[in-house]
Structure formats: C-alpha cells, structure tokens
C-alpha cells in the first residue's frame, strides 16, 4: 500500500518539474514582471482564491486516511470491536470518495482559470501582433510567433493552476505529515528523513541531465518539424518534385528521424532508471520504519496501528519533498512564460494613429509625396532576436541549435513576403528627398532598374511604412494623421504574387468586404474578367484555392486578386508589378482586369509593359531612390536619358 501511494506521489510531482529546463532557474526576470503576472490574475481572483482554500483542504486530508487505520487496528482489530471497525472503515471511504470530489472541483477551479487566462493572454497577444508594421514580419520567423501564442501562453496559465496549487499543497502536505510522523513517533520519523537527502540528490542530478536531454531532444524535433514543413508547402513540394532525388530525402529524413529515436529511448532510460532508483528508496524507508516500528511495536513503544499509518504517510511525504526540491525551476518557468508574452506586447508597432488621427475626405484623392526621404527601420526598432529565431533571446543560447536548423524555414518566408516589404536591415535612406503628385483619377507609372526603391514608394502611400523625412498625402491629410483604418480602406494594392489564404473564392473575396452580397461579388468578378473562370470551378465560388492559391492559375488568381480589389472599390490603387512571371495570354486577360481596376481611380503602377507605361499621365524614373527623370512617355524618349535606355533595353521588343 505504500509504495503505490510513493511511487504515486513521486511521479506526480516531480515527473513534471523532469519537462522543465533546470538553467531558467539562474533567469533574471524583468522588473515589474511579477506585478504584471498578478494584474491578469485580478479578474479571477475570487476563483483562485476558492481554488486554493480547496487545495488547502486536499492537503489537510492526506492524513486522514493512514490516521483512520491506525485507529482501525488499535481500537477496533485489537479489542474486537466489530461496530468501530466497519464505522472507521466507512469513514475511510467517506474520505475517498471526498477526495476524489475534491480533485474534481480543483479540476474544474483549476480549468476555469487556466483557460481563462490562456484566453486574455492568446486575445491580447494576437491583437497587438496584428497592429505591428510590415517590417516587424519581415523579420519575425512565423514559428516562434506562434510559439508565443501556444507554448509560452499556456506555459503562462500554469503559473495559476498546476504551479501555483503544486506549491501549496506540497508544502502544506509536508508540514502537515510531518507534524503527524512527529506526534506518532518522533524516533520513526527521524530514520524516515535519514532517506530524504538520497531522494533530493539523484532528483537534481538526474533532473539536470533529463533537461538536457529535452533540449537536445527538442533541436532534433525542430529540425525534423522544419524539414517536413519546407517540404510539404505547395512550393516546397513542387522543389522538390523538380529537382530532388526521393531516396535522398528518404535516407536524410530517416538519419533526422533517427537521431529523434536514439534521444527518446535515452531520455525514457534515463526517466525510468531514475524513477526506479526512487522506488528502491521508497522501499528502503519502508523497509527501516517496519524494521524500528517493529522492534518498538514489539516493545510496547508504538502500537501495530501507529507502524501502519507511519507506512500510509511514507507515501505521501516523499512524492511531495521531491517536488518541492525543485520548486524554484517550477515558478521560473512560468514566470518566463509569462515574460517572453510580456516581450511581444511590450514591443510598440511602428505605425499607429495619431491621438487626433482623422479619417481621409470622400471623393477622389490625390497622391502627394513632399521632400519624402526614407530608410527600412533597423532591426531592433521592430523586432526581437527572440522571435527571428527559436529560443534566441534564451539564456546560455538554448534556441542556437534549433536557429540553425531552421534556416531553410527562415528564407522560405522571407522569400514570401518579399513584396511590398523591402529590407529591414538597409544602412542609410533608400528614398532620397522625392517629391511626387497624382492628381485624382490620373495614373502616375514608376519606372527604374531593380532596386531603385518603387516598391517602396509605393508602401508609403498605402502607409505600410511611414517617412522618415517629409510628408505623405492623400487627399491633403498626411497620412500620420490619417487613421489607418481609412488609408487602408481607400487604398487597393494588388502585387505580382497575390495572396490567397487556403479557403473557398467566396471567403477569399469578402475577406476584403465581408458584408458585399453575392450580386456584388459577381459584378466584381465580372469586371476583373475572371468569372467565366470561377464558373468552371468544381464547386464556383465554393471552390478551395488551396495553400497560398496554387490550385488556381498565375493568371486566374491575379484575376481573382483584382476582383477582391474591385469589391473593395478603393480610391486609390497601387500595382506593384501585377502582370510579372505571367504568360503572354494571361497576361493579357490580367491587363484588362487592371485597365477596369484603374479606371476612374487614382493609380500609381509598377510595370514592365510598354502599353501601361505609354497609357500613363505621367512617368516618374528612379534610380538609385531618387527621382532622376519625369515627365510623359514622348517627352522622356525626347530627352534621352535613363527612361530612354530603359526603353531600348526593357521595352522595345513588347507588342504593343
């Protein structure tokens, strides 16, 4: 009976603290960080507080039981009291069936709480996330922000359920066994404790070596994990059908797997040697108390019934001395949860409305950009090392292994977001003092070689980014005083790779206005030339687009792209290059959706076809950031400079 309460209590406590990472305890929390812990728990203190007066109560009864039977045994088997027995008995199951009563109020205490503020922190971190600035997901590996909203949020909770009840109930349940060891048999109790001290070193020794073995663990799973995700994405799959050999892949993807294999059975050896060792110690101790609680029960010095409670109370005694041996690992660990979340919401975005932001005039808007100059914000103006990496702001460089096994993952995205995003890590001003105006309804064509800086132009009017010097207007507001919600609602960007989130065309398409019916969804696919295209779709505009749109044409869902465009009906429109890396017919067909898209709009266009360019009211070349040459489509040839080598070189041989 004992040892099935020992091995039960040892495994219950300490077989968490094993899953948490020894070194965090050494961690120097944030000022302020425990304050802020207590503030998320206000709103539920009530229930905490009713939570730990049950724990409380759990902990007061883990004598019950053993007290009952010694009195069992002495007051009811010794005289042959049958009436006692079958009462005491009862009240041992009275107590059993209390505390499982007990255990299932904690649960749903314990539950109510968790969840709760699992909810707070998952709302308050997605929130502040979806209002940073493009240049902060430029940098940011997608993994380790989801990691914040997963692991390290519900790594948080536990500070105020598991954590915060483990600590407590051990510590009252040591105090109270031990007050009762004492009263029964101050000499029994001593040879108990004489174990403690071979429970509380291998727990510590081996507890290091285990968190090791998770950290190694965890690298080799991350690599693993990464591996499989390049590989199964649409575009990873397409690489590798193209130019990967499938034995390599299997050979390299079972070497990974491997090494996961070989960690797993030493961390489990490790587990189960360790968890063996102190089970021998349970029953060493059981075996010293039956050996001196004989020879005293023998010599009238205790009774049979005190030699089996000191038993009953072995179990419940040891389990909780070695849970608390390494309580301080326990609270760290939660505190750094809750201070990695801390870290994200206390990054500010970058872009943010003024406190007497305005919405833009109705009508059509002019572009104005005023003496603009501007460079990519650096990296610790909108990021944190711990989220472009795993674990990266770790103590003793924990996520460096498992950074180097994501890098892969690391380009992948950068390569996704690469539109509209430019460089964070550029020195210097990337736009140099541009002065630029669309009048409305006009379409102002950006020409240059690559990396001259029109997409970054462009991000600036659509306030993905603000200035660092001069002024951006639209419809003479400057858009730093401009709330967001109005410039993104009046300006329509479609880039030459379009997004589509893996869900059917109709929730692709109301995404961009979620109240549009289905008259007005038609009258947009209409209009972008893509809904004889939807028409054929297997289930029309139920259909799912797949990951990222790749079960849709190029062309087909740029289309798309325009039509979601269209149902917003922006005043404003930036195209980045939109008819890039199509064939020639789709892009034709994608041409006339964005000649529809431009019509009566004010535009600004990234283009590499002539037939745009020439269409244009007026033609701003740039080089090096800067504005080198303006004018219309006759005049720049006219004049013999940039736009007209740009012309021999890049447009000459288009149909036009």
Known sequence: MSMGMGGGGMGGGFGRTLRQDARVADHRLVPGTIRRVVGYAKPYRVQIALFLGLVVLGALLVVATPLLLQRIIDDGVSTGDR?????????????????????????????????????????????????????????????????????????????FTSTLSGVVSNVISVVVVLATMLALSWEITVVALLVVPALL???????????????????????????????????????????GDPDREDREFAERAG?????????AMSNRVFFAALGAMASLATALVYGLGGILAIDGAVSIGTLVAFAGLLGRLYGPVTALS?????????????????????????????????????????VELEHVSFRYPRPHEVSLLSLESPGGADAAGRGRTRAAATVGMDEAADAERAPMAGTADEEGD???????????????????????????????????????????????VDV????????????????????????????????????????????????????????RLPQGLDTVVGDRGHRLSGGEKQRIAIARLLLRSPRVVVLDEATAHLDSESEAAVQRALDEAMSGRTSLVIAHRLSTVRAADSIAVLEGGRVVEQGTHAELLARGGLYSELYRTQFADQDV
Do not use: C
């Open 326 to 366: 390494n309580v301080q690992i326990d609270v760290m660990t939660a505190l750094v949860s809750f201070e990695r979340v801390f870290e994200v919401l206390d990054l500010e975005p970058m872009v943010t409305d003024a406190d007497d932001a305005v919405d833009l005039p109705d009508g059509p808007l002019d």
């Open 480 to 535: 730093r005083r401009a709330r967001q919600a109005s410039v993104h609602a009046a300006v329509g960007i479609v880039t030459q790779d379009a997004h589509m989130f893996h869900d059917t065309v109709r929730a692709n398409l109301l995404y961009a206005r979620p109240d549009a019916t289905d008259e007005q969804i038609r009258d947009a696919l209409v209009a972008a030339h893509v809904a004889h295209v939807v028409d």
């Open 259 to 267: 090494r996961v294999r070989d960690i797993g059975v030493r961390t």
């Open 201 to 243: 070193l291998p727990a510590r020794r081996v507890g290091r070596r285990l968190a090791g073995l998770r950290r190694e663990g965890m690298a080799l799973n991350a690599e693993l994990g990464n591996r499989m995700t390049e590989r199964f994405n649409v575009a990873g799959a397409l690489l590798v059908k193209i130019f």
């Open 430 to 476: 990337v736009l140099h003092d541009i002065s630029l105006r669309v009048e409305p309804g006009h379409v102002l064509a950006l020409v240059g070689p690559s990396g001259a800086g029109k997409t970054t132009l462009s991000a600036l009017v659509a306030r993905l980014y603000d200035a660092t010097e001069g002024v951006v207007r639209l419809g003479g």
């Open 83 to 159: 009436r006692l027995v079958v009462v005491l008995a009862s009240l041992v199951a009275v107590v059993a069936v209390l505390e499982a009563v007990l255990t299932l109020v904690q649960r749903w205490f314990s539950s109510r709480i968790g969840e709760g503020l699992i909810y707070d922190l998952r709302t308050d971190v997605f929130g502040h996330v979806q209002r940073q600035s493009v240049a902060f997901f430029t940098r940011t590996q997608t993994g380790s922000l989801v990691t914040r909203l997963n692991s390290d949020v519900i790594g948080a909770q536990q500070a």
